[in-house]
């Protein structure tokens, strides 16, 4: 399993976050809710990067899709063991051992988030979430799609994909419409991978629906850490949120 430094790398987001902690069934999760009258058979599942839900750039995300008429769930599916947020050093590649800590959860089955192992293994919490709604939509995953377990799919810079198998069974077995918001240095999903994508959901094969994005000037992470002191990184968080936000506005 091979990582770039910008997995494990980036910068803290400033902002007063408004959402709330709640425990779902025993599993943590961070609530954002819409101050205005919203679809209530709609919600937004966020699955966060490394550093999980105590990251203030996860939260703030899902308070600006609640400030779109979103209800976003942000659940903790690392179980509490994920990179501490509160440690700026943390998002410093050189400060940390994230190949230790890899190491440490792995053999709890809770690994990195992209892994299908870490999904499959939190997959029991999702149907706590049920009662509360009748539509769902994922950021960050594939896996949840290949069961059609959610209804739409929006992904920015996915990494660990297995390539071409994953797009090829997302493509024979998932419903769900896919956005992809990619950019122009990603090692995680490269240039190849991107026109790959291209070659097997675009021009209208993908009956369901599929869109990519691409930023260029921004690098793996961008979407969520990225350093918005850059304006092609600014740039590109705001475009790749408008693009996530028009996405569900059409499909959900």
Request: charged content about 20%.
């Amino acid at each position: 399993m091979s990582f770039c430094k910008d997995c494990i790398q980036g910068v803290r987001h400033e902002g007063e976050p408004s959402g709330t902690l709640e425990t779902i069934d025993g599993v943590a999760c961070y609530v954002a809710t819409p101050t205005v009258d919203y679809a209530k058979d709609k919600v937004i599942l966020l699955l966060p990067d490394a550093f999980g839900i105590e990251l203030i750039n996860a939260q703030l995300l899902a308070d600006d899709f609640a400030k779109n008429g979103f209800k976003v769930v942000a659940i903790d599916y690392l179980n509490g063991d994920c990179v501490p947020a509160d440690k700026s050093q943390t998002l410093n590649v050189k400060s940390f051992d994230f190949y230790g800590w890899l190491a440490a959860i792995a053999p709890r089955s809770l690994a990195l988030h992209s892994t299908r192992s870490s999904l499959r293994s939190k997959r029991k919490a999702l149907p706590s979430l049920e009662p509360r709604v009748t539509a769902s939509a994922v950021v960050t995953t594939f896996d949840l799609a290949f069961d059609n377990v959610i209804q739409c799919a929006v992904v920015s810079h996915p990494s660990l994909l297995n390539i071409p198998a994953d797009l090829e069974t997302y493509f024979s077995k998932s419903a769900a419409p896919l956005l992809i918001n990619s950019c122009e240095n990603d090692i995680m999903f490269s240039a190849e991978v991107q026109a790959k994508a291209d070659e097997i959901f675009g021009d209208g094969k993908f009956a369901p629906g599929y869109r990519r994005e691409y930023f260029p000037g921004c690098t793996h992470g961008f979407a969520v850490r990225g350093d918005l002191s850059d304006p092609l990184v600014k740039a590109g968080k705001e475009g790749s949120f408008l693009a996530s936000v028009e996405f569900f506005l059409a499909h959900l």
